[in-house]
Each structure stands twice: as C-alpha cells, then as structure tokens.
C-alpha cells in the first residue's frame, strides 16, 4: 500500500525537478539568444547575413568585420573605426574611478569615524545627489564645462563623472566603514595616530572588499554612459557607447551589420571582462547599490 | 564616543602656543577633507537643480536667456503633443518593465532557490545584460528585431511562414520592444535582490512548516513572499527610477521613432535642449522628472535611514 504511494510521490518529485531545470535552462538560452546572434553576425560575412538565418553558425568564418569595425569603419566623414573613440573611454574611465574611489574613501571615514553635528545632513543630500536623473544638471554642466574650457574634452568628463561618482562611493564606503570597530580606532588614537594614519594603517588595510565594489560600479557605469558623453563630448574625444551609436545609427551607405554587432561587443567587452572576472562582486555592488542595510 | 573620536588627536597633540594652530589644524582636519566633495554636491547637484528649474522660468530658447518669463515654458510643454505622448509611454512602459521584472526576477528567484546544481552559472547568466550599456543591448536588439532580417526570418525559415513580428516599426508596437529589451536587461539583477531576500529568511519557520505538512507552494504564498516586502519595496524604487531615467536604451533601439511613438520624457528633454533650441521647455520637463523621481525616493530614503539607524 505504502510503497506504491512512495513510489508515485518520488516519481512526481522527480518530474518536478525536471520541470524546474528545464525552465531554467530555457530561460537561459533566452537570456543568452542576443548575445549570441551579436557573436555569429561579426563572424559572417555580409551576403552570409542576407541570404542565412540570424540563428545559424557562420559557414565560412571571417574576422574581416572585426577589423573594419576596429580600424577603419566610417563614423561620419571619418573612416579610422572606433580603436580612437575605445582610447577616450579607457583615459576617461581610469581618472574617474580613481578618482572617486579615494574621495569615496575618505569621505567615508570621516562620515563614520569623525562625525561632527550635521553629519548625517551631509551623508542624506550625498545619497539623494545618487538618485537625481542627470536631465536636471544637463543644462549648467554644458554652460559651466563651457566656461571651463573642458567642452568637448576627456577631462571634462572625467569631473563630469567624478562629481556624480561621489554620491555613490561614499554611500559604499561610509555603508562598509560603518561596521568597523570603533575601539580599533579609539586605541590608534591613544597611540598618538593622526587622521591619515589611522586611516592608512587601521582602515586601508581591510577595505579590499568595498575597494573592489566601488571600482566595479564605478567602472561600469562609466564606461556604460551615453547621456554625458552624449552631451558633452561630441566629435573626437566622444567615448565608445557614443561612437558606437554614431555607428549603428548613420543613415549613410549600406548597413554593414556585422562591423555593427562587432563595434557593440568591443564596446561591451571591458565590463563583461570585469564581470566574469569579479562577477561576485558586482552582485554585491549592485546590491549595495540599492541602498540596503 | 562620538565626542572621545572627534578630540582625542587634538588632546593628544597640542600643547602650547605654537603647536596651537597645529592643533587646530588636526581637529577641523575630517571637515577638511570632507569639505571639497561637499562643495562639489552643494555646486554641482543643488545649486544646478536651482539654476534648471530657474532655467525653467526663463526665456530661454536657443542660448540661456535669464530674463524671468513666468510659467510661459512650463505652459508651452504642457501644450506640446509630443510630451502628451511621452507621458503617456512612460506610463506604458514603466507599468510593464515594473512588473515584469518583479514577477519574473521573481520567479527566477524562486526556481533558483530550490538546491539547484547550476546555480552560479545560471545566476551568471540572467545578470549579464545588466554588465552591459544600454547603447549595446539597445543595438543587440535592434538587429534582433529587425523585421525582415531577425526573428521574423528566422522563424519562417523554420517552417512558420506567417509569423510577423514587426513591432519596431509599427508605431502601437514599438513601445513594447523597448519594454523586452529593459526587462531582459533588468530582471536579473531583481532576481539577485529577490535571492538575497530569499536566503535571509529564517530556517526555523520554514522547517516548521514542512514538517506541518503544508505544501511548498503555499510556504512561498503565505510565509516566504510577504516576508520579501523590503525587497518589493527596494526593486520597486530602483526600476522606478531607472524607467524615469532610460534614456540610451530607447536612443539606441527606436530613436524615439518611428514617429515620436517610443519617446519618453528622458529622450524629449534632450531633443528639446539640445537639437529644437527649446532650453527653457528641456528645463522645464527636467524639473518635472526631478520632481516624479523625488516624490518616490524622497519618502524612501527617509525610511531607510530612519530604519537603518534603529
């Protein structure tokens, strides 16, 4: 009697289980199709594309759209590829981060370790400062960066970047610096350890973690930004995502779609490069990113 | 404690008469290093919200104009069609990615939660998208897309000779498309935050209710999803925001076209300000989205701080 009834619920169990996996592994396939398509239209070539399907493998491989892509497809009147536009990015997104990450740091401990009244005034308008959509500082960024003389440069996106970067690196380091024993701090005080002491030796030593966090979003949204970059840096020192749209969208000429999925996955190589690399950690950014805890 | 930190240096450190400024120096030395990031936020994030919504009242047409002109720019956007209909998408569109990337990040989440082999990997791959711009998944999809060479072709080649999927062109379509590639974009990284709720939940109630015999699905309905309110909450106010905000995606998927039939008020203020030579109603819709996005994060981040400090 019972062992029928046993057998029926491992049973069920079992096509339970299997209709979990399936659904999972079909959603991953649906997840990954894009990515996918991008790969095999850079490696066809352009009758390939017109006369195949999308899905298919690419019958004869070539590398010819990844070149053009790379070095010679015509952004406008400009015919050099996007390797420039890819360089502007790269000096743009390495003084940023680092940039904001330190501020991030410092800012911080101070939040957390040498609080004086109205702290927490600061730390809100900081956190709001992450939230704001950047339509509403557009407008006076172009006129300042223009009064600066940093329009249409690299560097003026860096202290784009930097000034909106801050909210977001202070928010993780002041989140991390918050739980770090007081006493530790305390006990470097009593030793005669000034400000920058204590933080290189008591603090820097353990903050690998948030370091790694705040670089990984840092980086990330950096290097993922169109509307600045879009904004203010037209022409020669435009960044990769604005190039690559430039590209994608001219209305000129054929439409050569495999240089076009080559540009997109050149442009999206770094941050997957950093997310498989320390995709552990990006998870834990973006959750931090949600202002949890 | 607080007090015993901020002195203790400036104790230690200074005696007498010369070393007095030292000491002075060492106790404002934290508002130091704070100040410039501060001066910074102050400047360029309050101080240019009230230079945009300054902007808004103003003249302005081609250049900054700061003659004061009333509510003229705020009349004219509210009188303008294309900003009818970039409500009206957002509406569209922000209802739809919402819940579809909760109901499946949550989904996921739940799947993912039942002591599955692969789950590193899978997790991986649903969160991918989020790695990427939105000018590469908005240029993926596109080609994706394409009526007369992606999916479409695709499918008849594989014996469905009618299937039509032509919704980048058409105009009552095209919203949706935005909203499958934001969705597909997003709804991992909700699945992380729903995971992460998931594995915080207490053991013990979940065992008790096993060994009562209840039956999974109703542990998740009456037990584990109320508990994940905090997780709504956070997912809600994030995809909110990031709706308000999505900008690129759109740019590079439809171009806000065709027609004007995917334009959101993220795409409408920058062709406003920057290609019709209309800053005073760019500034104008800017400070309306300010004002959506802090009417929700405003209350939220209230709470959270309240909360956090107990």
Known sequence: MSAPSQDNALRSAIYWRALIYSVLIVIAVIYLAPLFVMVVTSLKSLDEIRSGNMMSLPIEVTFEPWIQAWSSACLGLECSGIKGFFWNSIKMVVPAVAISAVLGAFNGYVLTKWRFRGHNIIFGMMLFACFIPFQIVLLPMSQVLGFLGLANTTSGLVLVHVVYGLGFTTLFFRNYYEAFPNELIRAAIMDGAGFFTIFKRVLLPSSGPILVVSVIWQFTNIWNDFIFGASFASGDSAPITVALNNLVNSSTGVKEYNVHMAAAITAALPTLLVYVVAGRYFVRGLMAGSVKG | ?310
């Open chain 2, 1 to 310: 404690m607080k007090q015993l930190v901020d002195q203790a240096p400036a104790v230690s450190r200074a005696d007498k008469g010369s070393d007095r400024a030292i000491g002075w120096l060492q106790e404002q030395l934290p508002k130091l290093v704070l100040a410039p990031s501060f001066a910074v936020i102050v400047l360029f994030v309050y101080g240019f919200i009230l230079w945009t919504v300054y902007l808004s009242f103003s003249a302005s047409r081609m250049l900054p104009n700061y003659s004061w002109a009333g509510l003229t720019q705020w009349d004219r956007l509210w009188n303008t069609l294309t900003w009818q209909i970039a409500l009206d998408n957002l509406a569209v569109f922000s209802v739809l990615y919402i819940v579809l990337c909760l109901v499946i990040g949550l989904t996921l989440a739940i799947l993912l939660d039942q002591k599955i082999r692969v789950e590193g990997g899978l997790r991986t791959l649903y969160l991918y998208p989020m790695a990427l711009s939105f000018i590469v998944t908005g240029t993926a999809w596109k080609w994706f897309l394409n009526p007369g060479l992606g999916l479409e072709r695709s499918m008849r080649e594989w014996g469905f000779d009618d299937f039509t999927f032509d919704w980048l062109i058409n105009p009552d379509m095209a919203i949706y498309t935005v909203v499958i590639a934001g969705v597909w974009q997003a709804s991992g990284f909700v699945m992380a935050m729903f995971l992460a709720g998931l594995r915080g939940i207490d053991n013990e109630i979940l065992k008790a209710a096993q060994i009562d015999g209840a039956p999974a699905w109703k542990i998740y309905t009456r037990i584990i999803i109320p508990q994940l309110g905090p997780v709504f909450m956070s997912a809600f106010v994030v995809l909110l925001h990031l709706a308000i905000k999505s900008f690129d995606l759109v740019i590079a998927l439809t171009g806000g076209g065709p027609g004007n039939a995917t334009e959101l008020p993220a795409t409408f203020m920058y062709s406003y300000s920057f290609t019709r030579n209309q800053i005073g109603v760019g500034a104008a819709s800017a400070v309306f989205m300010l004002m959506t996005i802090a009417a929700i994060i405003v209350p939220y981040l209230y709470s959270e701080l309240k909360g956090g400090r107990k």
